[in-house]
């Protein structure tokens, strides 16, 4: 890669982790629900939702609102009740985690393109402008949030009894039901916490390209799902670590695709054979069910 004309420079390095903020804030959320066996595939849908809506709340091109800080805490606190309703519905209903989220994906999209009715707001914010252009250090304002949420993910995976919980969870739901984990309650957390995530990254997106589409969220649930296999992450196994390692490899091998000039079709093949290898490997050191 270091043959790559531009690929070992500053600016490209900059780009580089400008370009894997909203991957690893995607792919911190979901980590949790692959450790336990689980998939969450409203992703895109809650992210365009979020993005979306956050715009029509700060002050934009269509209305006249200004929520201030309450608007980050409205989008939070509707991750977070999406979450708690994909949660809810798998446990309680005993339906796959894939059908569940998908469907709630779909209908959460649905929602974000009707709240601009088919007319997307840009935002009109100085401060938020300033903010999406802003860097500490070098370093993209935008990337210095997807670390911060990166290193929340990593604090409550590894220092605190519910990220024990996740793992005992992904190693052997009977045994952690055995153990008194209330499987349950954990599950629609771990969810809940994904999509909280998910609406984070919904609202740096839309700050990155300062408008309210919900197409923000398209085709960020494949680099997301590709990365964090590249990590290794399978049930009660991997980590952070490994997800942050994913990211990085991910980010940096389309990055390098990108300099070379291959077409997109040809990237998008190329993401499809990764997953698959990725996939492959881990169901080799791990025979236990993936996605439940």
């Known amino acids: 890669m270091i043959f790559v004309q531009g ?4 600016d490209n390095l900059l780009n580089l982790m400008f370009q ?4 690893l804030i995607l792919a911190t959320g979901l980590t949790f629900v692959l450790l336990i066996g689980g998939i969450d595939l409203s992703l895109e849908g809650v992210m365009g939702f979020s993005g979306a809506v956050f715009v029509l709340m700060v002050p934009n091109s269509l209305n006249g609102n200004s929520f201030g800080i309450f608007s980050i805490i409205i989008i939070l606190l509707f991750g977070i009740f999406v979450g708690f309703i994909n949660g809810l519905i798998h446990v309680k209903l005993h339906i796959p985690s894939f059908m569940v989220t998908f469907a709630i994906g779909v209908i959460v999209r649905g929602f974000g393109i009707l709240s601009y009715n088919s007319i997307p707001p840009s935002i009109r914010s100085e401060g938020i402008i300033a903010f999406s252009r802003g860097s500490i250090l070098g370093i993209p304002n935008i990337t210095v949030v997807a670390f911060a949420v990166f290193f929340i993910g990593c604090i409550i995976l590894n220092y605190t009894a519910f990220g024990r919980a996740v793992y005992a969870i992904g190693d052997n739901e009977v045994s952690a ?9 954990v ?32 085709n960020m649930l494949f680099p997301t799902i590709a990365a964090v296999t590249v990590g290794g992450i399978t049930p009660g196994i991997g980590g952070m670590l490994q997800t942050l390692v994913g990211v990085l490899i991910y980010t940096e ?40």
């Open 253 to 292: 091998l389309i990055n390098y695709l990108t300099l070379m000039g291959v077409d997109a079709s040809y990237k998008q093949a190329i993401q499809g054979i990764i997953i698959l290898i990725a996939v492959a490997l881990s169901a080799t050191r791990n025979r236990r069910v993936i996605v439940k």
């Open 187 to 218: 599950k629609i957390m771990i969810f809940m916490l994904c999509s909280a995530m998910v609406s984070v990254a919904g609202i740096m997106g839309a700050v990155r390209l300062k408008l309210g589409l919900v197409g923000i969220g398209d």
């Open 20 to 23: 894997m903020s909203l991957p």
């Open 7 to 10: 690929f070992m420079t500053w």
């Open 177 to 185: 039901r055995t153990a008194g984990i209330k499987i349950e309650r």
